[in-house]
C-alpha cells in the first residue's frame, strides 16, 4: 500500500508539471497572438508606418489595399487632419485617386509649419484657391520611388504646369541605412534639402512619400 500510494504521489506530480508546462505554453501562445494584434493595430495594408521622425529607409514593397486619398483618410485622427480636411473642403478627392501619380504627402508638422509661414493661424483663413494650388506642387505626374532615382535630381512634372520638382536620392556614403532616402525641393534650387520621411509607399493608385517639411 505505502508503494502504491508512493507511485500515486509521483504519478500526481507528474500530471501537475505536465499541466504546468502545458499552462505555459498556453500563456505564451496567447500573448504572441496579442502581440501579432497589436502589431496589425499599427499597420497599414500590411505595412508599418513610421511613428517618429527618425528616418528608417524603406526598399519598394509596402503596398496597400487603399488609395491615396483612404490612406490619407486613415491618418486623419493620427498625423494627417490637416491635410484630410484640406482636401475634402475643396472637393478635391477624385485628385488623391487618380492612377499613375506620386503624392508628397504633408503630415500636421509640415502642414502646419507651412500656414504659420504664410500668416495662417489656421486652415479656415485659406481660401479655397489657394489650398488647391498649394495641393497641386505636391502631386507628381508618374511614378517615383527609391528604385528609379539616383543622387543626382531628377525633374519632375507636378499637376500644376508653373511648378516643377527635383527628386533625388541621398548621396552613396559607406552607411547603407542611406540607400533609399529621398530628398525634395522645387527644381531649380539649391540650399535646403526636404527630406522624406516615410518613402515609397504603394497605394492602388500611386506612389506616396510623407514628408514633415514643405515648399
Known sequence: KRESKANRTVLMKKIENAMKRIKNISIALSCFCLTTIGLASCNIGGLELQQSYDYIPSPVNLKMDMTAYQFIESRKSIDMS???????????????????RTYIVLNDVAFN???????????????????????????IIGLYTSLNLTAVPKKVQTIDPSVQLSLYLYPVTSD??????????????????????????????GIIHVTDSYL
Open 113 to 139: 509649419n507651412c500656414l504659420a509661414s504664410k500668416g495662417y493661424s489656421a486652415l479656415k483663413y485659406m481660401s479655397n484657391a489657394d489650398i488647391q494650388k498649394f495641393l497641386n506642387q505636391y502631386i
Open 82 to 100: 490637416t491635410l484630410y480636411e484640406a482636401i475634402n473642403r475643396i472637393g478635391y478627392r477624385d485628385s488623391f485617386e487618380v492612377q499613375n
Open 176 to 205: 547603407v541605412s542611406d540607400k533609399y532616402q529621398i530628398y525634395f525641393n522645387k527644381w531649380g534650387t539649391t540650399g535646403y534639402q526636404r527630406l522624406i520621411v516615410t518613402s515609397n509607399l504603394q497605394p492602388t493608385n
